[in-house]
């Protein structure tokens, strides 16, 4: 296999991540009560950063520039050796569309837990992605009760009912999020994210390093951020046309 299709493989998995997660995304009311450990002032994101999927048949790392306005939109700009653009994404809570430039392939639908299963079987809501790029803890803290608590952090505990439980380990000098882990109601883990490598931007702190570790697939996503922008206004809507000769896939 070349590594250009490594690439491509790892950028589809990095897509499906974002484009498909809000399949499983818990409902977290951003109203009830104010969550100190949001950014509420920071209204837009742009990254560079460099994306490294590491599991059993590929583990080859890509560049990728995000665009994020709040929580409500995203894209994704892929590119290969030399700045080669090798696929777009647009995704929101209610659609998405993945171009695959190498393939001129276009992947597009409407997110449900039937398709996130086939795509990847990833449990990784779309709302708390972003979260974890904001470096911020998602929904409002009545959801949560407080497991551990030091003079440098509060572990926050989430029970998800009868699915399990997840874990938010806050510091209390950046005011984010350093840990997250989501356990089944075996107590088995689903999902692991360590934040770190933090940077001041405008009086917020941004992890500039997101580990993600899959266990049930045997594998990793790491997302190592070169530079962070904040409102920062964009020029033009995220959503980018495709060419008519594109072979369509489609998730209803």
Request: proline fraction near 3%; hydrophobic fraction near 40%; charge should be neutral.
């Amino acid at each position: 296999m070349s590594i250009l299709n490594i690439k491509i493989k790892g950028i589809i998995f990095f897509a499906i991540i974002i484009a498909f997660a809000s399949a499983c995304s818990t409902t977290k009311n951003l109203d009830k009560k104010e969550n100190v450990y949001q950014k509420t002032q920071v209204r837009t994101m742009e990254i560079r950063a460099s994306v490294s999927p590491k599991f059993p048949d590929f583990d080859q790392s890509f560049s990728a520039q995000m665009r994020l306005a709040g929580y409500d939109s995203v894209s994704l700009n892929a590119l290969g050796p030399f700045g080669i653009a090798l696929g777009k994404l647009y995704a929101d809570d209610d659609k998405f569309i993945f171009y695959n430039a190498f393939e001129n392939t276009v992947f597009r639908g409407k997110p449900n837990s039937e398709n996130l299963y086939k795509a990847a079987r990833i449990n990784l809501s779309y709302r708390d992605l972003v979260a974890f790029i904001r470096s911020e803890m998602p929904g409002n803290l009545s959801l949560y009760e407080i497991y551990e608590d030091n003079d440098e952090q509060t572990t926050y505990i989430h029970k998800l009912g009868s699915e399990g439980a997840e874990f938010f380990v806050v510091s209390k000098s950046y005011k984010a999020v350093t840990h997250y882990q989501r356990k089944d109601k075996a107590n088995q883990l689903e999902l692991n994210v360590k934040l770190s490598n933090f940077e001041a931007i405008e009086g917020n702190y941004f992890a500039k390093k997101i580990q993600f570790e899959f266990p049930k697939l045997d594998g990793s996503l790491d997302i190592n951020i070169e530079e962070i922008e904040i409102n920062k206004p964009f020029g033009k809507e995220f959503k980018f046309s495709v060419p008519k000769s594109a072979k369509v896939i489609s998730f209803d």
